[in-house]
């Protein structure tokens, strides 16, 4: 791997003697991390918009079955 003498510098500056690569280590996990958590979120967000009709749809189609049950479950 290749970086930039820029970036070396830095990473000396923030890492502790001889601990470059955990730093890069611990880098490059918590960005893929970052990057998976906000790909899920976007992919939640994004089926829940394609499914929204559906869904309030099947919302009111058993609203009167569950309400019924509750309030029989509850004498």
């Known amino acids: 791997m290749t970086l930039p ?6 990473l000396d500056k923030v890492s502790e003697k001889g601990g470059r690569s955990r730093l890069i280590d611990n880098a490059v996990n918590f960005y893929v991390n970052e990057i998976g958590k906000t790909n899920i979120r ?3 967000r994004e089926g829940a918009i ?3 009709d559906r869904d309030l749809s099947l919302a009111e189609d058993w609203f009167h079955i569950e ?3 509750w309030k ?4």
């Open 5 to 10: 003498k820029e970036t070396i510098y830095l």
């Open 50 to 52: 394609k499914r929204k």
């Open 67 to 69: 309400s019924e049950t």
């Open 42 to 44: 976007k992919n939640l």
């Open 72 to 75: 029989n479950n509850r004498k």
